[in-house]
């Protein structure tokens, strides 16, 4: 058994350790330890709390992968529930489809009788307002909401650079490997903006046959290079979970342009190995490792350095193209 969260997922490690020890199935357990993180408004990148995008409204995304079955579910810029990764997991068990998005995935939260929340608190709410008012030009203050957006969405600054999601990584005791993600996403988005979070095979993958991969930071970057099922791909061609993290990792070298910030790769193997490296990260990125006995160790990630062109961000900088 192991189980690799990243530190936002901190608030539920105990639930997901303790469900994983009594022989629960990893997707169960996963579901029960990101609710914990969802429902709790300290967690600032994840569920209620999380920040809201250009247009100050909580659109959430969440996914969860079965390795057994291959099968999925996902949600994108989801409005008005508390656990998108319920909702993600109901789209698994009751649709033929494996991802849901906006009014489409709202409504189906509706049908199945999801829990309402606003995911707006008060705390965000204001941080967004000083950003409007310090941030937005007085014409298109007045002309808001019926103004370009583009513009402010290239020069808006991400809260929390980097920080942005929770993953969970688990292989159970009957030997499923499973793997869920849940966040609010790059703060201050473009309204409609999904990362990597729900997009199955770029900030997440699992395979029972080789292990699973999941990511955090900057979903453009894992998005242009489907880094999630690259390494498990490279795992299925031979490669140890550390080479073939390393393999993912020089595939983002090959980025040019657009958004070259902070992105931390977790990966497992069937064997109970793991690797978790911070990309372009300042060695500050923790995770949980958690080995079946025992009490879930915080561990530092191994900070990789890519140099490669496009814009840096950190939380005081502008993106700028
Ligand atoms: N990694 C989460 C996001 O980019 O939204």
Redesign the pocket.
């Known amino acids: 058994m192991i189980l690799v969260t990243n530190n936002e997922g901190t608030l539920g490690v105990p639930a997901t350790a303790r469900m994983l020890a009594e022989g629960a199935h990893a997707l169960d357990a996963i579901e029960a330890g990101i609710q914990v993180i969802e429902a709790d408004p300290s967690v600032r990148t994840v569920g209620r709390g999380g920040w809201p995008n250009l247009l100050g409204e909580m659109e959430l995304?969440a996914c969860m992968m079965d390795g057994s079955t291959l099968r999925s579910g996902a949600v994108g810029a989801l409005q008005g529930f508390l656990h998108p990764v319920s909702v993600a997991r109901e789209i698994m068990r009751r649709l033929p489809h494996e991802f849901l998005v906006g009014d489409g995935a709202a409504r189906f939260a509706r049908e199945i009788g999801a829990e309402p929340a606003d995911n707006l608190i008060e705390a965000s709410r204001r941080a967004w307002q000083a950003w409007f008012d310090n941030e937005v030009p007085e014409q298109q203050k007045s002309a808001w909401p019926d103004t370009p957006l583009a513009p402010l969405c290239c020069h808006a600054i991400d809260p929390e650079v980097g920080r942005?999601?929770t993953v969970f990584l688990a292989h159970d005791a009957a030997g499923n490997i499973c793997c869920g993600?849940s966040?609010?996403?790059?703060g201050w988005?473009y309204p409609g903006?999904?990362?990597?979070?729900p997009i199955v095979g770029a900030?997440s993958y699992a395979d029972t046959r080789f292990g699973a991969a999941a990511?955090?930071?900057?979903?453009?970057m894992?998005?242009r290079c489907g880094t999630a099922r690259s390494i498990v791909l490279y795992m299925k061609k031979g490669a140890g979970v550390a080479d073939a993290v390393a393999e993912a990792v020089d595939d983002m070298r090959a980025l040019k342009g657009g958004l070259i910030s902070r992105?931390t790769i977790h990966a497992i193997d069937t064997k109970g190995n793991h690797k978790v490296v911070a990309v372009n990260g300042a060695g500050d990125n923790k995770y949980w490792l958690w080995e079946g006995q025992g009490e879930p160790r915080l561990l530092a990630a191994e900070p990789v350095v890519i140099t490669t062109a496009g814009t840096r961000a950190t939380t005081t900088t502008r993106y700028t193209r």
């Open positions: 995304d942005d999601t993600t966040t609010s996403g790059w988005k903006r999904l990362g990597d979070s900030g990511c955090t930071g900057a979903g453009e894992t998005v992105v």
